[in-house]
């Protein structure tokens, strides 16, 4: 598929010193991972991911919910990181600064070579206490699920942000300083339903960047982008940063 992008994308693009970035599971539906919009699939199929990534979920049924995490975990290992997250990691090298915000929880994008990535809603792959909130490093392998925290024995929960919790204080100031100091921005295979992370693109627009809105589908976003490219991230992405940086 050749993609054409308008001139303007692309001397804006060439022309930034500061990129922003955020990225929903659609980045990494071409690795294999379903979005939230998909519908789930198995043991999964009659669940849908707001009825399980609750704290209440995991109050009522905490091995329901850590075996919905480990069944992710299992796919995310089998999965690599497709042609979009490869060209975002090769964006960072190629721009002075970029700023990597995700809202998914399954570190494609460092597995990719991306340096820079804050993870809004955390990441599948770290436990941590459900009672002290203290991050329990290594795999707690087999046996009890959800397995108990070493130090005071309350259940361990996936260490990721659920609907109706806080998201951590200090990578939400870090999307929105990018956010408002970035020359272009970039929202990448997210249907913006989720606040406030879906705000961030619009904090871009408000302080003057050009927002770049790259997606399957139309979203909220895509009237309010200053360029709407619908279509797979694998392709659109890499054709992008190759028109902006010939045979580099
Ligand atoms: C909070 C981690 C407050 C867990 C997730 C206004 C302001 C603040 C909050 C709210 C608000 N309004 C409502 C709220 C509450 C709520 C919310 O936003 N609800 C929604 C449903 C209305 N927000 C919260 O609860 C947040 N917390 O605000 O707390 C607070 C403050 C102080 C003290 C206490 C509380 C927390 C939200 C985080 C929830 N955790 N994930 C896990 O992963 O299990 S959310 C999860 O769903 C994702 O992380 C993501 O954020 C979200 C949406 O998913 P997307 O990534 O967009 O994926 P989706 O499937 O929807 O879309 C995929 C897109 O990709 C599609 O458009 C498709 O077309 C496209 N696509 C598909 N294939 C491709 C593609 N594009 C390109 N290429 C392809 N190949």
């Known amino acids: 598929m050749s993609v054409e992008f308008d001139p303007r994308l692309v001397r804006a693009l060439r022309a930034a010193?500061?990129?922003?970035?955020?990225?929903?599971?659609?980045?990494?539906?071409?690795?294999?991972?379903?979005?939230?919009?998909?519908?789930?699939?198995?043991?999964?199929?009659?669940f849908r991911p707001e009825e399980l990534a609750t704290a209440e979920a995991f109050r009522r049924d905490p091995a329901l919910v850590w075996d919905w995490y480990a069944w992710r975990r299992g796919l995310v290992a089998g999965a690599a990181p497709n042609a979009g997250h490869r060209a975002l990691a090769r964006l960072e090298r190629l721009v002075p600064a970029?700023?990597?915000?995700?809202?998914?929880?399954?570190?494609?994008?460092?597995?990719?070579?991306?340096?820079?990535?804050?993870?809004?809603?955390?990441?599948?792959?770290?436990s941590r206490c459900f009672a002290e909130g203290v991050v329990i490093a290594g795999d707690p392998g087999a046996g009890e699920r959800p397995p108990r925290c070493p130090r005071c024995g309350a259940h361990l929960r996936p260490d990721v942000v659920w609907f109706g919790e806080a998201l951590p204080a200090q990578a939400l100031e870090r999307a929105e300083t990018a956010a408002r100091a970035c020359d272009v921005f970039f929202s990448i295979g997210t249907s913006g339903a989720v606040f406030p992370a879906a705000q961030l693109p619009l904090t871009a627009r408000a302080a003057g960047a050009t927002v770049?809105?790259?997606?399957?589908?139309?979203?909220?976003?895509?009237?309010?982008a200053s360029f709407s490219l619908l279509g797979p991230s694998g392709t659109i992405l890499p054709a992008l940063v190759d028109a902006a940086w010939p045979a580099t």
């Open 212 to 224: 770049v809105e790259i997606n399957r589908d139309p979203t909220p976003l895509t009237g309010a």
């Open 17 to 46: 010193r500061a990129v922003g970035v955020l990225t929903g599971a659609g980045i990494s539906a071409e690795s294999g991972i379903p979005t939230f919009r998909d519908a789930q699939t198995g043991l999964w199929a009659r």
């Open 98 to 126: 970029l700023v990597l915000v995700t809202q998914n929880v399954d570190g494609l994008h460092q597995r990719a070579g991306s340096a820079n990535v804050v993870e809004l809603h955390g990441n599948l792959h770290r």
